[in-house]
């Protein structure tokens, strides 16, 4: 069983930049890989970015790659997403999630089976 707790959402300024933060425990060999996904009201939930727990390897849909960072503090337990130059359509509830199998260059909903609270963010 694993646990994700997301935190560091809020509002910004287009431009902006907000870290988000997940603090993961629980089964080590069901978080194989760690991602990020953004969900806005009538949508369905889209993958952000991805990052492989042991090799490292990230992962990031193009809209972000040049904006966004994904990392994995390892001792910590916490994965981060630093995002930055936010805009308007960066905006949603962004879910953090774990993969229990080894390919992490993957942003399908149903290749990850657990999944944090949820953290808003909201760019202005």
């Known amino acids: 069983h694993v646990q994700l707790v997301e935190s560091g959402g809020g509002s910004v300024q287009a431009g902006g930049s907000l870290r988000l933060s997940c603090a993961a425990s629980?089964?080590?060999?069901?978080?194989?890989?760690m991602g990020w996904f953004r969900q806005v009201p009538g949508k369905e939930r889209e993958g952000v970015a991805a990052i492989g727990t042991v090799g490292g390897g990230e992962h990031y849909v193009d809209d972000v790659k040049d904006r966004f960072v994904i990392s994995l503090d390892k001792d910590r337990n916490t994965l981060y997403l630093q995002m930055n130059d936010l805009q308007p359509d960066d905006a949603g509830m962004y879910y953090c999630?774990?993969?229990?199998?080894?390919?992490?260059?993957?942003?399908?909903?149903?290749?990850?089976?657990?999944w944090g609270q949820g953290t808003q963010v909201t760019v202005s």
């Open positions: 999630a774990a993969r229990s199998a080894w390919l992490c260059q993957t942003f399908r909903e149903a290749d990850y089976n657990s």
């Open positions: 629980g089964d080590r060999s069901s978080r194989k890989c």
